[in-house]
Structures are given as structure tokens and as C-alpha cells.
């Protein structure tokens, strides 16, 4: 309970303070009008961006399936980790994972795309 109180007091209380008023004249409102394409580039538009039109439908459900699995597994392959081998193999495993992902990202063509 504690936890849940301290984190609804730095929520509501301490953020306002600390962040900045906002001007409503330079407020970003959430929702990107296109007027910089580069603003908008993340590894998600520009594989949708390379693939065919046809198969577009075909990449994101793809690409959200994968997402969510990684989503779903990773949290219980950590904790199996964790519950068997310590805290440093689940840390050590989490790092290689990175370095893998990365590596695969390196060589991907959507590296070279931008």
C-alpha cells in the first residue's frame, strides 16, 4: 500500500512541480500531421516502408504477433532464468540477448535503409 501511495503522490504531486509549463502555442497534441517525415521514422515505418503494398497487412501482423510474444515470453524466460541459475546468469543472458538483437539489427537491410 505504501508503494502504491508513494507512487501516486510522485504522479500527481511531485511531476506538476519538476516538468515545466507547457506553452499551448508549442504543446505538441499527440497526433503528427506529416509535415516531417523524418520525425516519424522508427524501425517499424520503414520495414513497413520496404515491403511490397500487397503484403503490408501481412508485415504488421507479422511484425505486432512477434512483438507481442517477445512481450509475453521475455518477462517468463527471465524469471525461469532467475528462479534457476541467480540474478547474474539472468543479467548476463539479458545482455547477450541485447547484443544479439543488436547484431541482427547491423546486418539487417532495414539498417542500410535509412
Do not use: C, N
Not at 510522485?10 to 523524418?38: K, M
Amino acid at each position: 500500500m505504501g508503494i502504491l501511495l508513494a507512487a501516486g503522490l510522485t504522479y500527481y504531486v511531485l511531476f506538476p512541480i519538476l516538468r515545466p509549463p507547457l506553452d499551448p502555442a508549442e504543446a505538441d497534441s499527440g497526433s503528427d500531421e506529416g509535415d516531417d517525415p523524418d520525425d516519424d521514422m522508427s524501425l517499424q515505418t520503414v520495414a513497413l516502408g520496404r515491403a511490397p503494398e500487397q503484403h503490408r497487412g501481412a508485415v504488421m501482423a507479422t511484425w505486432t504477433a512477434s512483438a507481442r510474444l517477445g512481450q509475453t515470453l521475455g518477462p517468463l524466460l527471465a524469471a525461469a532464468i532467475l528462479a534457476t541459475a541467480g540474478s547474474e546468469w539472468a543479467l548476463l543472458a539479458g545482455a547477450v540477448g541485447a547484443g544479439v538483437m543488436f547484431a541482427m539489427f547491423a546486418l539487417s537491410p532495414i539498417a542500410k535503409a535509412r
